[in-house]
């Protein structure tokens, strides 16, 4: 399978691993609805804490020992099939990604630099899993075609929104 046939959350992990495996986690916080990473190079991440049917932070096990780890092994969380774990490998990849992300240019409003970043002009056909409303919002004041799909919101249907991918 080449770079471009791989699913998106391979290519996150297989862009990221390299600098994850230079850095070390300083401190790993599972809240009830954020969970949050902050690496020695001064890298942050956060990303939203995924409650499957009762899975609580406790659920997390062989996590105590990641502080003062390499990040590569949170990284790996990211292709887990639980989703408690894949948040803690979010957020992870969001810290790896800090410096990088700073980088990029400040966004300017709703046709900001993201969306110019990103090459998101009227007519393109985005595809959103979770309905972000204020992101939703701006794609379509921008003309884009949006398709959502949010299982919580009871938006889309999985099956069609897959074909359409």
């Not at 290519?11 to 916080?29: G, S």
């Not at 942050?44 to 499957?52: I, P, V």
């Not at 810290?95 to 980088?103: I, K, P, Q, S, T």
Request: proline share 4%; glycine share 14%; aromatic share 4%.
């Amino acid at each position: 399978m080449n770079h471009a046939e791989m699913p998106l959350i391979e290519r996150v992990h297989a862009a990221l691993r390299e600098r994850a495996a230079e850095t070390r986690v300083d401190q790993l916080v599972v809240g009830l609805g954020y969970t949050a990473v902050s690496l020695e190079d001064g890298g942050s991440g956060l990303a939203y804490t995924w409650r499957g049917r009762g899975a609580g932070c406790s659920h997390l096990t062989g996590l105590e020992e990641a502080e003062g780890a390499p990040a590569a092994g949170l990284l790996d969380l990211l292709l887990s099939d639980d989703g408690l774990e894949r948040s803690v490998g979010l957020a992870t990849a969001n810290a790896v990604n800090h410096a990088r992300a700073l980088g990029l240019p400040p966004d300017d409003g709703p046709a900001g630099a993201l969306i110019r970043e990103l090459g998101i002009v009227r007519g393109t056909r985005v595809s959103m899993v979770g309905h972000f409303a204020p992101v939703a919002r701006v794609l379509t004041e921008v003309g884009v075609q949006l398709d959502v799909v949010d299982d919580a919101k009871g938006i889309g249907d999985r099956a069609s929104f897959a074909r359409r991918l």
